[in-house]
């Protein structure tokens, strides 16, 4: 029996979970600890970081992992380039679990950004009213910007992230006519979110297009070649046999 590692913290590994569950499998679930009470998962789990690559690599072997599965966020890129390392060196078969990039559909008023630095230049000269749908960390440099900024948070901050802001609490996955609300209840102007992917943090995008609301969607960062299966019965059969056939 294969016994298994995921790397979590999103709505597919969740579903990986229940799959893996249900079937009896020898797995752990991995949390990074971002968030005070994360969901719990119906199988044995961990949460905090290894200690990088070596700490990965420790782990691994302490725990006899046969395979491992990345199905953490698009933008956790560190913990992603930490497993293909970590399993190379161990020789471990890794494979990504993950949704497709968003593409933009009829209607859609997109900007596609870089990274977060492009996201504010991106913003308007007027002062607008944002709803920054990009969690609480890389949220210090909007205050350069004469913005009002609305704000969901999975915990509540401990002081206002920024000088004229809203904070609602909140944890995916949303619902766009939640969402719709929510932007008409704030008055929001513009939308600024990572592309994500998936169905957990799109609802935003669907309330957009339906007040036609430009939105400044910033791009995955870039991961090195690995293989990437998008649904969870492709990992479970993955799983059956997992063999590292690269990328
Ligand atoms: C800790 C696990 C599930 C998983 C749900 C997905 C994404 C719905 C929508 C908006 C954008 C944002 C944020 C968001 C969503 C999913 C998924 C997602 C976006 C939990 C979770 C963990 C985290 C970490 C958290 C980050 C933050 C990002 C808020 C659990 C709830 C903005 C990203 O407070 C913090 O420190 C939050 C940190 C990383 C982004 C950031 O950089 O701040 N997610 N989110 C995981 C861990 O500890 O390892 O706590 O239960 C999971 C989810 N949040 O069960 O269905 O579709 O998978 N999470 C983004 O995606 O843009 C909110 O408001 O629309
Ligand atoms: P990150 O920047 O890629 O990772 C930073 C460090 O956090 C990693 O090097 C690792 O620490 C630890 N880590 C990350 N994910 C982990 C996991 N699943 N299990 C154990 N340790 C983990 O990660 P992030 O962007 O902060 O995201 C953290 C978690 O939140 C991820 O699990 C991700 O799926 C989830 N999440 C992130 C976003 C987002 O926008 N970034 C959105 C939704 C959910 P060590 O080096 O010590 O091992």
């Known amino acids: 029996m294969t016994r298994s590692l995921i790397l979590g913290g999103t709505t597919e590994a969740?579903?990986?979970?229940?799959a893996l569950a249900a079937a009896g499998a020898d797995a752990v679930f991995s949390y990074a600890g971002r968030t005070e009470a994360p969901v719990a998962q119906p199988l044995p789990t961990r949460i905090g970081g290894f200690?990088?690559?070596?700490g990965l690599i420790a782990y691994l072997r302490a725990e006899k992992i046969d395979a491992v599965v990345d199905a953490t966020h698009p933008f956790a890129a560190q913990m992603s380039r930490n497993a293909i390392m970590a399993c190379?060196?161990?020789?471990?078969?890794?494979?990504?679990?993950?949704?497709?990039?968003?593409?933009?559909?009829?209607g859609d008023l997109w900007t596609h950004v870089a990274d977060i630095q492009s996201a504010i230049a991106a913003l308007p000269d007027q002062p607008a009213r944002v709803f920054l749908a990009i969690g609480k960390q890389n949220l210090a440099g909007f205050a350069a910007r004469p913005h009002h900024y609305l704000l969901r948070l999975v915990d509540a901050p401990s002081a206002p992230p920024l000088p004229d802001c809203t904070v609602v609490l909140a944890r995916g996955p949303f619902d766009a006519a939640q969402d719709l609300a929510l932007l008409q209840a704030h008055r929001i102007s513009h939308i600024v979110a990572k592309n994500a992917g998936g169905a957990g943090a799109e609802a935003k995008l669907i309330a957009a297009r339906s007040l036609s609301l430009p939105v400044i969607l910033i791009d995955r960062p870039k991961l090195p070649a690995r293989r990437v299966l998008a649904e969870v019965a492709e990992v479970m059969a993955w799983l059956d046999h997992p063999t590292d056939l690269g990328v």
Do not use: C, F, K, T
Not at 14 to 18: F, G, M, V
């Open 14 to 18: 969740s579903a990986l979970a229940r």
């Open 51 to 54: 200690g990088g690559v070596d």
């Open 88 to 106: 190379a060196r161990v020789g471990v078969p890794l494979i990504g679990l993950q949704r497709p990039a968003w593409r933009a559909g009829e």
